[in-house]
């Protein structure tokens, strides 16, 4: 069975980065030694950073 379409999973987005070859060896590197492609690993870590940087807005409404 081949694996979904990338938009019928939800990932319908482009993120495009310019780096280094340096950079992108180091980070290919960190994404094989996990077991992970480089795309999943970078969003991983991009989305864990967020989630703990990002302040999160109140659900509840100021009163006027």
């Known amino acids: 069975m081949p ?10 987005a482009d993120l495009r980065i310019r780096m280094s070859k340096e950079q992108r060896a180091a980070i290919d590197a ?10 999943t690993h970078a969003r991983d870590v991009l989305l864990a950073d967020a989630a703990e940087n990002v302040p999160k807005k109140s659900a509840r409404k100021k009163s006027t």
């Open 30 to 39: 960190r994404a094989e030694s996990l077991g992970k492609p480089t795309s």
């Open 3 to 12: 694996r979904p379409r990338l938009t019928e999973s939800g990932l319908d």
